[in-house]
């Protein structure tokens, strides 16, 4: 599967951003699909995910009340609405899709994802 990450850009501190992941290739309704990001000089970190099925999202404490994780199976896209944003939102945002597994979801883990879109830059302004 082929990932396009898109919506980043520039916004000041408290506005809002809504990125969005087009998927194409395989079928896109049965991969658990995650956002990560890449602050300059620190670690991708997990910041949400979403299983293959939709339903309730899953949230890095640092993100969690101010973002949501959604995933319309129809337009193969997966989408990750920011609001509130804070100047340690900047970073380069990456969408991912995992193979559903059995067992305790990982969600958190970049390892256990199998395909990576090429990232979208989110700058938060002051």
């Known amino acids: 599967v082929q990932l396009q990450a898109s919506g980043g850009g520039l916004v000041q501190a408290g506005g809002s951003l809504r990125l969005s992941c087009a998927a194409s290739?395989?079928?896109?309704?049965?991969?658990?699909m995650g956002w990560f990001r890449q602050a300059p000089g620190k670690d991708r970190e997990a910041v949400a995910a979403?299983?293959?099925?939709?339903?309730?999202?899953y949230y890095a404490d640092s993100v969690k009340g101010r973002f949501t994780i959604s995933k319309d199976n129809a337009k193969d896209t997966v989408y990750l609405q920011m609001s509130s944003l804070k100047l340690e939102d900047t970073a380069v945002y990456y969408c991912?899709?995992?193979?559903?597994?059995?067992?305790?979801?990982?969600?958190?883990?970049?390892?256990?994802?199998?395909?990576w879109g090429q990232g979208t830059k989110v700058t938060v302004s002051s």
């Open positions: 979403i299983r293959w099925s939709g339903g309730i999202g």
């Open positions: 991912a899709a995992a193979f559903p597994v059995g067992g305790i979801w990982v969600w958190y883990t970049a390892e256990k994802y199998n395909y």
């Open positions: 290739g395989r079928t896109f309704s049965t991969y658990d």
